[in-house]
């Protein structure tokens, strides 16, 4: 190719490119005009009129300021909250006494107004110290002694309780800002020692005092018998178990003659020489499990506590039957008494309770002191209301014989009898409220039957550990009519073995239990359930 030719390809080829340029930039002119033709009238507020009447978008008309200072909304200003410190100091002194010794600590640190009402309103009207008002959560609620000790026996009590770090500061933090008249430290026990007792200076009105499970001395009760002469209810539970304290209950015994209430169970170094010295305006006394009490000890509470209404004696196998006689005799006010896990041989005269005119609830489970000699002494006390015969082996039908006597009998608990085999004569005859019969062998489904259909008086009956089969026992029984009931009868069944679905009735309702373990009625033979604590 000649050089002229290349010279007009190249001019050729560059012009085209140039106009490949320019077509693109004009293509994409257009279609960036295009797209924006496209946007702007949907932006318009007037767009919907231009696409009906396919006219072109008109621009919205202008208002004059008058027009827009008329038409628009008047915004007012945000409200504002009211806060706690705009209550009434009365009112912030109400709020304040449903809260926690926790939260009034807190609320202390908010401002000097909200601890000026704490202090002069709020902590002056607080005088119970526990666990429940410490917490004041319902989520971990307050259960028993008795529950406590067993959940601290299978170590399920950190999972149980909402637990604080209460020390002996703490307690005297809440001493220097309230009047507290009922002390209850038995939870505590793990962070507490017998030195919270040097705090006790500061409560000189405490009237009731909690401090079981907690380790104490000599010095120690002398200290809170010097300052709180006021006492009237005291629990020392498992408190003497390293070293011999009787001189120091020799001087609380002395120094707080108002003493009415006063449990010393669990103390396996309480030997009683300071029973001498008990205030003879005494009521109830627990001495469970105080197997090293001296004979004679016993002997002198009997003359000294003359006024006693309430013993419970478990486990004490230190003195003849003779001397328990002559000491029940001398307590002539008794209306709770509990002679309860007692083993002598058979060779033993048997207890007599034909002084107890005023007698009211007993308890003789574990005990082969009692025989059918015993039974006919129950004739003498016209008051008896409820017994409890647990495990009583040496018994059979004839000892029921013997109870009919007893009038005002109400409530009877005969479990783990191995003799007994027929009960609806006794209940028709009694007319009782109650009854329990579990894990005794010998009661048939006919019985059971009975029990459940004929027997109207009866609003609690236990049927735990029976020879039946429940899921065909009771829906026989509660399908029929009952129109002589006027009470529902509460049934205490094994949960195991119901059947499924329960049986549905207009005159029973059924309670699943565990086969071991405390029964929900077990309250109505139980005397340590019995004593009104001060609220």
């Known amino acids: 190719m000649s050089e002229e030719n290349i010279k007009k390809g190249l001019m050729e080829s560059g012009s085209s490119k140039t106009l490949q340029k320019r077509k693109?930039?004009?293509?994409?002119?257009?279609?960036?005009?295009?797209?924006?033709?496209?946007?702007?009238?949907?932006?318009?507020?007037?767009?919907?009129?231009?696409?009906?009447?396919?006219?072109?978008?008109?621009?919205?008309?202008?208002?004059?300021?008058?027009?827009?200072?008329?038409?628009?909304?008047?915004?007012?200003?945000?409200?504002?909250?009211?806060?706690?410190?705009?209550?009434?100091?009365?009112?912030?002194?109400?709020?304040?006494?449903?809260?926690?010794?926790?939260?009034?600590?807190?609320?202390?640190?908010?401002?000097k107004r909200i601890r000026a009402v704490v202090t002069a309103y709020t902590w002056p009207q607080k005088h119970t110290l526990d666990h429940e008002s410490i917490i004041f959560n319902t989520d971990y609620p307050k259960i028993s002694l008795a529950e406590e000790r067993s959940y601290f026996r299978f170590n399920q009590r950190r999972n149980y309780f909402k637990r604080h770090n209460v020390n002996n500061k703490s307690i005297k933090m809440v001493f220097s800002r309230a009047k507290i008249n009922n002390l209850d430290l038995s939870i505590y026990h793990s962070t507490l020692t017998y030195q919270v007792s040097s705090s006790f200076t500061m409560v000189p009105h405490l009237n009731v005092l909690n401090l079981s499970f907690i380790r104490l001395t000599n010095n120690s009760l002398r200290t809170i018998a010097r300052y709180c002469p006021l006492l009237e209810e005291i629990s020392f539970e498992q408190c003497f178990c390293d070293g011999k304290v009787e001189q120091g209950l020799e001087v609380l015994f002395t120094k707080c003659p108002n003493i009415k209430y006063l449990n010393l169970a669990e103390n396996n170094k309480l030997y009683g020489d300071s029973f001498s010295y008990i205030p003879s305006g005494l009521l109830h006394l627990n001495l469970a499990n105080c197997y090293n009490v001296n004979a004679n000890a016993i002997g002198a509470l009997a003359e000294s506590a003359m006024n006693l209404e309430t013993l419970i004696l478990e486990n004490y196998d230190n003195a003849a039957v003779a001397n328990f006689n002559s000491w029940l005799g001398k307590l002539k006010k008794l209306r709770f008494l509990e002679v309860s896990n007692i083993f002598m041989g058979q060779d033993y005269p048997s207890l007599d309770f034909s002084n107890f005119q005023e007698l009211e609830m007993l308890c003789l489970r574990y005990n082969t002191l009692v025989n059918a000699a015993s039974l006919k002494t129950l004739q003498h006390c016209p008051n008896l209301q409820a017994i409890d015969l647990r495990f009583g082996n040496q018994f059979d039908n004839s000892a029921l014989d013997l109870l009919k006597k007893c009038k005002s009998l109400q409530y009877c608990n005969f479990s783990n009898w191995s003799q007994l085999s027929n009960v609806v004569d006794f209940v028709k005859h009694l007319k009782l409220q109650y009854i329990a019969i579990n894990d005794c062998r010998e009661i048939n489904a006919e019985t059971v039957h009975k029990l459940l259909t004929e027997c109207a008086s009866l609003c609690h009956v236990e049927i735990l550990g029976l020879n039946i089969d429940y899921q065909k026992v009771l829906p026989e029984a509660l399908k029929e009519p009952c129109p002589q009931r006027r009470n529902i009868l509460h049934l205490a069944a094994p949960r195991a073995n119901l059947p499924h679905p329960l049986t549905s009735c207009n005159w029973a309702k059924i309670i699943p239990c565990e086969p071991y373990g405390p029964t929900p009625f077990s309250r109505f033979t139980s005397i340590r359930a019995q004593y009104p604590r001060k609220q």
């Open 24 to 111: 693109r930039k004009i293509s994409e002119t257009g279609l960036h005009d295009g797209i924006n033709s496209m946007i702007i009238p949907k932006e318009s507020k007037y767009w919907m009129r231009s696409m009906k009447s396919e006219s072109q978008t008109a621009a919205a008309p202008k208002k004059s300021r008058k027009q827009t200072s008329k038409n628009a909304k008047q915004v007012k200003p945000p409200e504002t909250a009211m806060l706690l410190t705009d209550l009434p100091n009365e009112i912030l002194g109400k709020i304040t006494g449903f809260l926690s010794f926790d939260d009034l600590f807190r609320l202390e640190r908010v401002n």
